[in-house]
């Protein structure tokens, strides 16, 4: 008897499914790829029609459904912030207790009601189970990691109660050992900056930690010594006065501007400034000392010698990359989709291992398969999606493609890359990416503002064949995923003159640092993508290409898409983005479009297409 179990997360932000067969992750995806809709927070029809066909099931023949988190828990959790808080928070009251009472507080029978709508035959309610948000989180970080035994760290905004977890895990077993509670968060203390310095909240936390090297770190002692209550074992609690996420609609109080000196930045009406960049630099070192500090504790504490990350927390890879230097672990494995949706996957995990009681396949690689786990176009399905908008296309051998790929790369054109099965999480990793070259001075602008449409400090990441990785940078551990930072080889490196170094902010961007500048952040350092042969085949065979063309084992790579907008998931939606920017080829299944054969009317003006993310 086959076991399948539905995971589900939805109704906060990122919502997705994912289906497990005997325990093994077959596929996942977000539902923002389908309704190109970023972090949407919806239901995940989508995303479960596509699991469900994609393994052949129907919804039916499941076994068990799980959401990941319980509602109950949250409403009790929200009813006593608003009593304790009273009278403050009666607006957010107010505007939160409808959807409460009509939909949320009633989830299994809405689940129910929409589950339905993919399966008229599905009638069984008792399939439907809930788990805890982050013993999901924890789950979806132990489970599919290739340790036996680990120590699973845990930190985002809120769960139910929970905002930072430490469980244990060994074999099939899983024990939630300490919880830190709302309204006492990193993640909400990290949001807060992100609101502050006028990015969005749940989405521009990238923006913050890309901003901070261009800072320096002078705030640490005001927000330490005013904003929290940090103790040795990096347990911490936030002095609520300055917040207003328990009880308003804001994220900051008035005592938190006085404090900087400054009212939140509006990204309609101001630039950033020296000043933003300083407290982004400053949020950054305080969350960095925070998590050292914890993880310091936790190896003391338990002894154990692996460590797994999960939730919105473990996306900050300038953190990983910190605890990774600091040698605390011998291992640290991170879940790609650590935030919500990820939430999908662990549930089902700890349904399967913990309730189900079944014991544990451990990879000696990981079990997320490179996290290519969404759809795939056969060869038919792109030329006919391709020629019923009129794009004009070359169809090529695989050898034949990867070589033009790899030519056109080294003359420092700018490549739409859309092969094989799509990521599931935040980062492309060379299933639906844009693709360029490091060597480039003009690469790192041009992407960000004629590609996509976004501010031109935010850094690129460099796919990198494993091989090479110590050649090029100082670190030695595979970091697949996109979630590691690292510095670049002081050989790689150009030393900046004495000019250069006195440049303030933003200016410090047109400076070249090393031999790859496309790829090496203000401060020398760059988020690292690993990329084995076992998970992703052809695109490490461009890489090995350009590498034989121009001496350099590294490709510029970043997500295919514009700003505001998910990562494409269809030819279709590939190709509207490659009309809509400044990209110069597009390279999908043996397919390879020119721009400029492309019908002009078929041009798209993508800068006005998506919202401000």
Request: glycine share 6%; proline share 4%.
């Amino acid at each position: 008897m086959k076991s399948i179990i539905l995971g589900i997360s939805a109704f906060y932000h990122d919502s997705a499914a994912a289906i497990l067969i005997d325990g093994k992750i077959v596929a996942a995806a977000q539902e923002e790829r389908f309704t190109r809709i970023k972090h949407d927070a919806n239901y995940p029809y989508n995303a479960i029609e596509f699991v469900l066909k994609y393994s052949n099931i129907k919804l039916n023949n499941v076994d068990q459904i799980i959401f990941y988190e319980k509602p109950f828990l949250k409403f009790e959790r929200l009813l006593e912030t608003y009593v304790g808080f009273a009278p403050n928070g009666f607006k957010q009251f107010v505007r939160a207790m409808p959807i409460w009472l009509k939909d949320k507080l009633f989830q299994k029978k809405m689940l129910f009601n929409k589950l339905k709508l993919h399966d008229k035959n599905f009638n069984n309610e008792k399939k439907i189970f809930f788990s805890d948000h982050h013993l999901s989180h924890a789950a979806s970080a132990f489970y599919p990691s290739p340790f036996k035994e680990a120590i699973v760290l845990t930190a985002d905004g809120v769960g139910e109660w929970a905002t930072t977890t430490v469980a244990i895990g060994r074999g099939s077993e899983l024990d939630v050992k300490k919880e830190i509670h709302f309204p006492h968060s990193l993640g909400l203390l990290y949001s807060a900056f992100t609101y502050y310095t006028g990015f969005k909240v749940n989405s521009g936390e990238y923006k913050l930690m890309g901003l901070a090297p261009y800072g320096k770190p002078v705030f640490v002692d005001k927000i330490m010594n005013n904003l929290l209550d940090v103790k040795e074992d990096g347990s911490f609690r936030l002095d609520q006065k300055y917040f207003n996420y328990a009880t308003g609609l804001t994220m900051t109080s008035d005592k938190f501007h006085n404090l900087f000196g400054q009212k939140p930045r509006d990204p309609e009406k101001e630039k950033l400034t020296q000043f933003h960049m300083d407290i982004a630099a400053s949020i950054q070192a305080v969350t960095e000392n925070i998590m050292i500090k914890l993880v310091k504790a936790l190896k003391d504490e338990f002894n154990i010698s692996n460590l797994c990350l999960a939730g919105g927390v473990a996306l900050n890879c300038v953190v990983n990359g910190k605890i990774l230097k600091e040698k605390i672990f011998e291992n640290i494995w991170i879940q790609p989709a650590a935030g919500d949706a990820g939430g999908s996957i662990g549930a089902a995990l700890a349904l399967f291992h913990i309730e189900l009681k079944n014991s544990r396949f451990i990879n000696p690689n990981d079990d997320m398969k490179g996290s290519f786990l969404g759809p795939e176009y056969s060869q038919k399905e792109i030329e006919e999606q391709l020629d019923k908008v009129g794009a004009k296309y070359e169809i090529f051998k695989e050898e034949e493609l990867i070589d033009k790929t790899a030519s056109d790369l080294s003359k420092e054109e700018v490549i739409g890359w859309f092969q094989g099965r799509m990521e599931f999480g935040p980062r492309a990793l060379g299933g639906r990416s844009i693709l360029g070259d490091p060597r480039s001075e003009k690469m790192q602008k041009n992407l960000n503002l004629k590609v996509k449409y976004r501010e031109s400090f935010r850094p690129f990441a460099p796919s990198i064949l494993k091989e090479y990785l110590s050649e090029w940078f100082d670190v030695n551990v595979d970091s697949p995923y996109m979630l590691m930072v690292s510095n670049i080889n002081k050989n790689k490196t150009i030393e900046m003159t004495e000019d250069q170094k006195n440049l303030f902010g933003i200016d410090k961007l047109n400076v070249k640092r090393s031999e790859i500048p496309a790829v090496t952040h203000v401060d020398y350092s760059a988020r690292i993508q690993t990329v084995h042969k076992e998970t992703n085949e052809k695109y490490f065979r461009l890489i090995e290409k350009f590498k034989e063309k121009t001496n350099c084992p590294i490709l510029v790579n970043t997500s295919f898409n514009v700003r505001g907008e998910p990562i494409v998931n269809t030819p279709l939606d590939a190709f509207n983005c490659f009309m809509g920017t400044d990209l110069d080829k597009l390279v999908i299944g043996n397919c390879y479009l020119d721009k400029n054969n492309q019908n002009p009317s078929l041009k798209k003006d993508y800068t006005q297409e998506f919202e401000l993310d």
